[in-house]
């Protein structure tokens, strides 16, 4: 059977980084899940075929990034509910009901969960707050307008993220909202970390020790922050957890390609290494908040993350 045109649309936008975030990288799996239900229903000549067609296109969708795990936990979700009414013995029409209904609750717990968490992390921000923050995320976009909306933060620092620079859609998707917005090298968080009263991040993965797992450069600036004593809030869904993972050094980190970070060919011809981590692992130690749409963790986060982990009913992936 082929592999619908959607599904290798947005893997290929995955991989690739045109879809970016762990959380809509997860919420664009499952809608395209989603739409290539009735082209996988209409060619599957048996409830057999149905199955197995569905995983196999939920494997491609899992094997397009190693690290955020919003994915696998989404893909997880919708699974066990395939896997549960296949195991009734029930039709292909079934099936694609129950898939259909997960995805859609997966959604609605995605679009439920940004909302809480800017309500939750607002309360801990104080009046005339100065915020760092680091590469871009969907959640904390939504905190810092939440924020801003109600009047508490002065001043955003926003970094540029490099290789990337995904700070720039950051700074872009904050201008003009009420705070000062000051873009800002990588190289120069320590200079203004002093002008600072919390970092802000988000999130591609939490271990259940609440070591955080996000974008290269989060480390130093956990580091940095630590030595300014200042607050380091992460804004994170439940389903950020990696229900696998006891500590960050479990969780993959994914590696990309050289020229994502030199383009001069005169460099590149001399052969080097160049080394490329997407991402870093941040010490629970650094961290004082870790902000959910359940409740906010703070002080022992080895146990209250594994508790909450448990509590959000995390599914593990049945073996495909
Ligand atoms: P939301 C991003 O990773 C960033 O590291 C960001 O902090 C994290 O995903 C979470 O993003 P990448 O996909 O789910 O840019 O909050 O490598 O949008």
């Given amino acids: 059977m082929p592999v619908p045109d959607e599904i290798l649309t947005v893997a290929k936008d995955i991989r690739e980084m045109r879809i970016r975030g762990a959380g809509p990288i997860a919420s664009s799996a499952l809608k395209a899940l989603g739409d290539s239900l009735d082209e996988i229903y209409g060619q599957a000549p048996s409830n057999e075929a149905f199955f197995a067609e569905v995983r196999s296109v939920e494997e491609i969708l899992l094997n397009t990034r190693p690290t955020a795990v919003a994915l696998p936990n989404a893909i997880s979700f919708v699974d066990n509910a395939l896997v549960e009414s296949n195991q009734k013995g029930e039709e292909t029409e079934q099936m694609r009901n129950a898939l259909?209904?997960?995805?859609?609750?997966?959604?609605?717990r995605m679009d439920r969960a940004k909302t809480t968490i800017a309500e939750n992390a607002?309360?801990?921000?104080?009046?005339?707050?100065?915020?760092?923050?680091?590469?871009?995320?969907?959640?904390?976009?939504?905190l810092l307008k939440k924020a801003m909306q109600t009047g508490v933060i002065s001043t955003i620092y926003v970094k540029e993220t490099r290789p990337l620079y995904q700070g720039l859609i950051t700074a872009r998707q904050l201008s003009g909202l009420g705070a000062d917005i000051r873009l800002i090298v990588d190289s120069a968080s320590a200079y203004y970390m002093n002008q600072v009263d919390m970092v802000v991040v988000g999130a591609d993965a939490i271990a259940l020790n609440g070591d955080l797992v996000n974008k290269i450069g989060t480390l130093q600036t956990a580091i940095i922050a630590k030595k300014f004593n200042k607050r380091f809030l992460v804004a994170a869904e439940t389903y950020k957890f990696a229900p696998n993972a006891s500590s960050g050094k479990e969780i993959p980190i994914e590696f990309r390609s050289a020229d994502e970070v030199v383009s001069d060919s005169r460099v590149i011809e001399t052969g080097l290494n160049v080394l490329n981590p997407s991402f870093d692992i941040t010490p629970h130690e650094a961290i004082d908040w870790i902000v959910t749409e359940m409740r906010v963790l703070s002080g022992d986060l080895p146990s209250s993350v594994a508790r909450l982990a448990k509590e959000a009913g995390l599914i593990r992936l049945k073996p495909f």
């Fill in 100 to 108: 259909e209904r997960a995805i859609g609750e997966f959604l609605d």
């Fill in 122 to 142: 607002v309360k801990l921000i104080p009046e005339g707050t100065s915020v760092m923050t680091h590469c871009h995320s969907t959640v904390v976009i939504s």
